[in-house]
């Protein structure tokens, strides 16, 4: 499949939105090295997270006006939509900017895929997500259940090449949001202080960034899949309690670890990933382990500290 992919991406045109981002960061480097023509939309500048031989596109993708230019300028063959205002938080300050970046983004990038005949849209989904009819449990969820429900009406009434990957929790090297749990616990950590955490208790499917790159090359390169929702995550559950007390004893064996320093958050998604069904959809399962996805990521931040 890693032929069919390079074979299929090789001087193609892919834009991917939050370039600047965690995930688009490594599939950025993972497509230049396949010889894709990668273009990448940040709002930040280029120069804060330079990738060699990626073309910038610096604006906001809830700006129509502006993802209009781009497409014009790329003339994109294949989409991918990582750009999000990822958050857990249940303030409902938050509603106003989930909603313009998760949603009016991905119904921009709807409309402009199906105007430019692109050969495939993979949109970014989320295990916050509720399968089931639930009620999502923060704005965040609402948002990209809206835009994962955009999706499957547009692949119904006009046909646009859509795919939705349903992303767990990544995690791995070189991600700057150190608010989130990996990097905050690890840093914290090589600093020689107590991370504080809530209790711990939730339940959590873990995947490592590279096994999430390649699932997203499979979701756009795998035909008679669209208008379908694929889950990439581990189809694993470990609790946030044991995930921290494996990468301590990679980082700092024997350290305090600060469990019920915090509240824990209410109305969490408990989730795992169907493997079976995204190896049956796209010949995709993970390959790195969580104890080695933990390892290679506490030796990134140790290296840069």
């Not at 938050?94 to 430019?116: E, G, K, M, P, Q």
């Not at 835009?147 to 700057?176: E, H, K, N, W």
Request: hydrophobic share 40%.
């Amino acid at each position: 499949m890693d032929d069919v992919i390079a074979q299929t991406l090789r001087g193609r045109r892919v834009l991917i939105t939050g370039a600047s981002g965690f995930i688009g960061y490594h599939l950025a480097r993972r497509l230049i090295a396949l010889g894709a023509e990668a273009h990448g939309i940040s709002r930040e500048p280029a120069s804060s997270r330079p990738i060699d031989g990626l073309r910038w596109h610096q604006g906001d993708v809830a700006d129509e006006a502006f993802l209009g230019q781009v497409f014009e300028v790329a003339r994109p063959e294949y989409v991918v939509h990582l750009a999000s205002e990822v958050t857990g938080s249940r303030d409902r300050q938050i509603i106003t900017t989930t909603l313009r970046a998760n949603l009016i983004s991905t119904v921009h990038l709807l409309n402009l895929v199906t105007d430019h005949n692109c050969q495939r849209l993979v949109l970014a989904g989320s295990l916050e997500e509720p399968t089931d009819g639930g009620i999502p449990s923060s704005p965040y969820g609402v948002s990209k259940a809206a835009a994962s429900l955009y999706a499957r009406t547009f692949s119904t009434l006009y046909q646009t090449p859509v795919v939705t990957a349903r992303l767990f929790m990544v995690y791995g090297p070189a991600q700057r949001d150190m608010s989130k749990i990996v990097p905050y616990v690890t840093t914290t950590l090589l600093r020689g202080e107590v991370p504080k955490l809530s209790s711990g208790v939730r339940p959590v499917d873990w995947i490592y960034v590279d096994d999430v790159v390649d699932g997203l090359l499979r979701c756009a390169v795998t035909p008679g899949v669209e208008g379908r929702t694929i889950d990439l995550g581990s189809g694993e559950l470990v609790t946030i309690r044991q995930m921290v007390e494996t990468l301590a004893e990679v980082v700092a064996p024997g350290a305090a670890l600060g469990f019920g320093a915090l509240p824990d958050r209410p109305f969490e998604q408990v989730r795992a990933a169907d493997v079976t069904a995204s190896l049956a959809l796209i010949g995709w399962r993970p390959q790195v382990a969580l104890a080695e996805g933990l390892r290679r990521t506490a030796k990134y931040y140790r290296d840069q500290l």
